[in-house]
Structure formats: C-alpha cells, structure tokens
C-alpha cells in the first residue's frame, strides 16, 4: 500500500504530469479491488471503427487480460449493433496460450484442443457485454473503452473510462514480437503517418519506402540502414549503423545544380515510371500478370522513393545553410531567410489559386461542374494522406468541395479588407537591401547570391516535389491494390475491395493467387477493429532503448545532413509550469486570437472555419490550402524549416512550432491567443 501510494512521485508519474499540465506531487489514492479470477476477458468501445451503424465493438480473450490489453493476444472480435442488440459480425481466433491466476502468481497454460478454436463467448454474453458498455455510455455522455471479465459465468466491470481524443501515450504499450527490436530506438513521423496505417500500406513502406530510404543513403554515403515496423498500428523506423561507404555524389554540387538534376534527371527518371504504370491494363490482365505487375510496381517505387530522398536532401541542406546564413549576416538588420524566399510561385500556390477562383465562383451561385472536372484532371491524384487507403481527390470530389466552400466562407469574411502587400514585392525588396548590407563586404555578396538561388529553388522543389511524386505515386499504388480487390471482393474472398488495404503483401499475394479459396472478412473486421483502438492512443514519437529525438538520418550531430533535418523535423518543447500558456518555437512572427481546431490529419480538413487556429502534430504539403483561411498554425512537432514555419511566414500568418503537446493541452474549440514572435499560446 505505501509503495502504490509512493507511486506519485515516481519518475514515470512526473513525466505524465508535466506531458499534460497536470499540478504538482501530492497525495495520491490508492484503489483496493477484488482480483477477480477471470476465465475469460473482454474490452468494448462503443465506437463504430468501420463507418456506418452505430455499434458496440467487444475483443475477448481466455483467461486473465493481459495479453489482451498488451497486445499480444489475437483476440476473437465481436461486433453488435448498438440499437438491435444482436451480434452482427464475428471473428474467432486461434488460440494456443492462455494467462490464468496460480496462487500468488500467474502462468501461461495451453488452450485444450477443444478450446482452441471455440468462439470465447456466446452471442448472449457478447452482447451482455455490449449492453454494459452502452450504460456506461449513457451515464458518462459519450463514447468509453471498458475492460470486463467473466468468472464462474458472471460478468465483472473491472475499468471504464471516456474515449477522448486525447488519450495518452502511457497506454501505448508494446510488445516486441522480435526481443532484438526492443534493443533499438525506433522514432516516427506524424507529418506523414499521424495516424495508425493500415496493413497493406505498411507491407508497401516496408518494401518501398524504406528501400527507398537505404537507396539513398547508400548513394550519399550514410553508414546506416533502415528498417520499418508497424508497432501497435502506427509506422515506426530504426537504424542500425553499417559499414562505411563512399558517397556517389557531391552533396555541393547537388545542391549548385538542383534545378538542373530536378529537370534534366530525377523528373524524366519518375514520369518515366509512372507512365509505365499507367500504361499497364489493370482490368483486362489476367490475375498471375496482376501480381507481376505489382512486383514491377513495388520496384519501381522503391527507386522513385530513392530520387525522392535524393530532391529531398539538397532542398533541406540549401534551406538550412541559408537560414543560417542570414541569421548571422542579417541578425540586426531584421532580415529573414523566409523574406527573400516569398511569393515564389510553385504548383501548390497556383493549385490555391484555382481553388480561389472555384470559391469566388460558387459565391456567385455558378454551376462548377466543368470548372471541378478541370481542376481534378491536373491535381486529382492528391489526397488527404499518403496512406493507401484513403481515396485521391478525383475518387472524392466532395473533399475538394469542402475546400472549396471553406474559401468561399474566407472570400465572404474577407470582403472589405485591405489586400495585404504582394509576397513577391517583399521578396523583392528584402533582396535589395540584403545587397546593400553585403556590397563593401569582399566576396560576401558572391556567397550570398549563390545560397539565394539554391535556396529560391529549393523552397519551390520544396513544395513541387509532392506534386510530381508523392500524390501521383500514391494513386499509382493503390489503384494496382484496388483492381486486387476488386478481384478478392467478387471471389467473397472480402466483403469489399476497400478491405483489400486490412491484408498485408504475403497474405494478399496468396488469396489472389488461389481466388476463392478462402474467406478472409473475418480477418478485415478485426484489423479494422484494431485500427480504431489504436487510434484512440497518442503514439509516442520514440519507443525503445535510446530512442532517437525525431528520424535520426544520418551519422553524426555534426553532419550537414542531420542539421538540416533535425532543423525539419524539430523538436518536441513543453507547458509552462503555470498552466496558462504553452511554449514552442517561434515560427512566424505576430500574434492572433481564434477558435483552436485541433485535428488529427488532413482528412477533417473539413472542419475548419475561417479564422480558427490551426493545432496540429505537424503539417506537410497536404495541408497548404487551408493556411490561407486560418487565423494561426500551432504544432506539436516542427523545425524552422518545417513546412508550417515555412508556409506560415510565406503568408504572413503567426505560428509556434514544436511545443510537444498543443494537441494533448488545447481543447478543441477552445479560444487561444498564439504569439509567432515570443513562441506561446495562451489559453483563454
């Protein structure tokens, strides 16, 4: 009893409070319950993780719940409708261990033959369990995750708490199917995978995307391999060091000729393949040239995500280096990097002022039917994500909408304001007095006109380069896996070819190639199910032994490389220990009041309106768009290179990066003050 109570002062303990603003030490309850022998386990949430009739979701498991609630038991999967009351999808596990009470102790016990592939419990108890859920519902007044137990046929409460959006990291519990796996620090990247990734889309990065990765590295001379897992369902990557190798390039040189490598190399290289894709005739091929095809495709993306690593680098090292370089020269004239590289145009601006103009035009009540049809043919392979899952804008026209009638609102709002001054003409004119402060400085002008140019295009690459391949690359892949599923869909293989995304590579190559051999729906129910539990959990950003600060590229802190994406990337910052502000990085200068929107991912863009401030983990090109309709951006995670630093203080919007927990402390809907120059928010 003393040691529990002991407990709140623990290392672990302060940690948590000080992650959420929670007071100080004090005294702490300590809560005497009946270990109650349970033969058999469940967890419900009164959430609907497929999208469609409300239902009460119950995961079981024999003997204590442990390995349930760990993560290390494949459970049976329950889904019953919340107003009939009846179990309408079911999935039974194999089980072959089970952990039961020995005594004092516990012990893993094998699961008898008859058991072994036995459903855990009835269609009366499952949805007893349901029903139980739902009273807690009712009385807490919204959706909550419970932990339930059987014992001698009763049923036990044994935890229920709210399912909020914020639930926190310190139920991220993993358990290493590999033990050397808990010997590395493995780190991820919410910018790209905020959210847990389906099955599929992992099987993919694994192949692709961290083939990528290690193709450049090699070619840039990084002694380090990386290696991906999906942990708990969310993406995360390791390195682990190599032998030296020679670099094949210049990085110099690379970054004095990146328009060139841009257009005369890497550019023709990926529309070479992707055209190759798209000339291949999904539908008409028979399902062995299917899956060949997609091995070509797989290929194909690894070297793309190769060339994309080798755009990336430069663009970052030429930012970066740039950035400092005006920091240093330019620290008491209040000259910035980011105002002699404003109001450069690149595809994501001009893609912006199309969806301005469709916003004018709805204003006026016009028909935009051609207007959108034109639009989507040049940016209708974008999407609200990279993962594969999640349709491309020309297979969701209502996203495009959204946006569309989101600036409307903006332009209705904005009616009678002054139009602020032209980007291009404050990029002009912080160019010409840069100058000025460099002539009687010996080849200090020189150094400053080539890191200029390099930077110029790489802040443009830096926005095009989604445009030319993260999107169109995306649709690529996923259009392959959706004719797969198409096929898996029409042999009752899964219910949809949506589903085709709850498989993973081995599993899909083998159902397609014995089509109709076997049902795996029940399978899709329960990665689904498991998706929308993890997704209630904060993921943390490191995991394991000395886990990295961020994506650790590179071998050494002191390295060009690492610097400019650890510059990228940011760090995490924390809340003041008075509870009424939190601190980040100023990112973009100003300050502005609004209601806080704190959102997930780019898929509930939907939900802003003009002038809310914007929380976030982080930002990437996919969220551009809305920054023009937002009063402030607030995220998590982010450097002073970071796509939110970097787009905010191109439109002149207040911004703070890498606070490390707006999106545990603000409250969606909550009104907050940001201050871009002092780096706070304060809470109202």
């Known amino acids: 009893m003393r040691a529990c109570a002991a407990s709140v002062d623990s290392d672990e303990a302060r940690f948590y409070r000080d992650a959420v603003g929670a007071p ?73 261990t089970m952990l039961m009470t020995a005594g004092d102790s516990l012990e893993d016990r094998d699961v008898s033959a008859d058991l072994q592939d036995a459903p855990v419990l009835s269609d009366r108890e499952a949805v007893e369990t349901a029903r139980l859920a739902l009273e807690l519902e009712s009385l807490v007044g919204g959706a909550v995750d419970i932990e339930a137990s059987y014992s001698d046929g009763r049923l036990h409460l044994l935890q229920a708490r709210p399912v909020t959006a914020a639930e926190r990291t310190d139920a991220f519990r993993v358990t290493w199917s590999d033990a050397r796996d808990a010997e590395l620090g493995w780190g991820r990247n919410p910018a790209n995978f905020p959210v847990p990734v389906s099955p599929l889309h992992a099987s993919y990065l694994d192949v692709a995307f961290v083939g990528g990765i290690n193709g450049w590295q ?288 081995e599993e899909l190559r083998e159902a397609a190639s014995s089509l109709g051999s076997s049902d795996l729906s029940g399978l899709v129910l329960a990665r689904r199910s498991e998706m929308a539990r993890w997704e209630r959990v904060a993921a943390p950003a490191t995991i394991g032994v000395d886990a990295p600060d961020g994506e650790d590229i590179s071998d050494g802190e002191d390295d060009r490389i690492s610097q400019a994406y650890a510059s990228f990337l940011g760090t995490g910052g924390k809340r003041r220990d008075s509870g009424a502000a939190i601190t980040g990085k100023a990112a973009s200068p100003g300050q502005a009041v609004g209601v806080a929107r704190v959102l997930r991912g780019p898929d509930e863009i939907s939900r802003l309106a003009p002038g809310d401030v914007l929380v976030v983990s982080t930002t990437s090109p996919m969220w551009t768009p809305v920054f023009r309709v937002v009063s402030a951006v607030v995220t998590d995670i982010g450097g002073t290179l970071s796509h939110a630093a970097i787009v905010a203080r191109e439109l002149g919007i207040p911004a703070v990066v890498a606070t490390g927990v707006a999106t545990q402390v603000i409250a969606d809907g909550q009104r907050v003050q940001v201050d871009g120059s002092r780096g706070s928010i304060r809470l109202l």
Request: charged letters at 25%; aromatic letters at 6%; proline letters at 4%.
């Open 218 to 505: 090699a070619e840039e001379g990084i002694p380090a391999e990386i290696i991906g897992r999906r942990i708990n369902t969310y993406w995360y990557m390791a390195e682990l060091p190599t032998a030296p190798v020679d670099a094949s390039r210049n990085l110099d040189d690379a970054i004095a000729n990146l328009a060139d490598l841009w257009q005369r190399h890497y550019l023709p290289e990926i529309e070479g393949h992707l055209e190759a894709m798209h000339r291949f005739d999904l539908i008409g091929a028979s399902t062995p040239d299917l899956l060949a095809h997609l091995d070509d495709v797989l290929e194909r993306a690894t070297r793309i995500w190769t060339l994309h690593f080798l755009l990336l680098t430069p663009i970052l090292v030429a930012l970066h280096e740039f950035e400092s370089f005006c920091s240093e020269r330019f620290s008491e004239t209040g000259l910035g990097a980011s105002d002699l590289l404003r109001g450069l145009d690149n595809e994501t601006a001009r893609m912006t002022r199309e969806l301005v103009a469709l916003g004018e035009k709805l204003c006026t009540g016009a028909d935009l039917t051609e207007d959108l049809h034109a639009f989507l043919s040049r940016y209708g392979a974008r999407s609200e994500g990279l993962e594969l899952m999640l349709p491309a804008w020309s297979e969701n026209e209502s996203a495009v909408m959204a946006l569309i009638r989101i600036y409307s609102s903006s332009l209705s709002v904005a009616r009678g304001e002054e139009a602020p001054a032209s980007s291009a003409t404050i990029r002009v004119d912080a160019v010409h007095r840069a100058r000025e402060a460099l002539h009687d400085l010996d080849g200090v002008s020189e150094v400053f006109d080539a890191k200029l140019a390099a930077a110029q295009v790489a802040a443009v690459l830096s926005e095009d380069h989604a445009f030319h391949i993260d999107y169109p690359l995306r649709l690529a892949v996923r259009r392959v896996f959706l004719e797969l599923g198409n096929r898996l869909s029409r042999a009752n293989v899964v219910d949809r070819p949506g589903d085709v995304f709850m498989l993973d590579l």
């Open 24 to 96: 100080g030490s004090g005294k702490c309850a300590v809560f005497v319950q009946k270990l109650v022998p349970a033969d058999r386990s469940m967890v419900a949430f009164t959430v609907d993780p497929v999208g469609g009739r409300p239902t009460v979701v119950v995961e079981a498991c024999l003997g204590l719940g442990e390995p349930l609630v760990s993560g290390s038991a494949t459970p049976d999967t329950y889904v019953i409708d919340a107003a009939a009351h009846s179990v309408v999808q079911r999935h039974i596990a194999h089980k072959e």
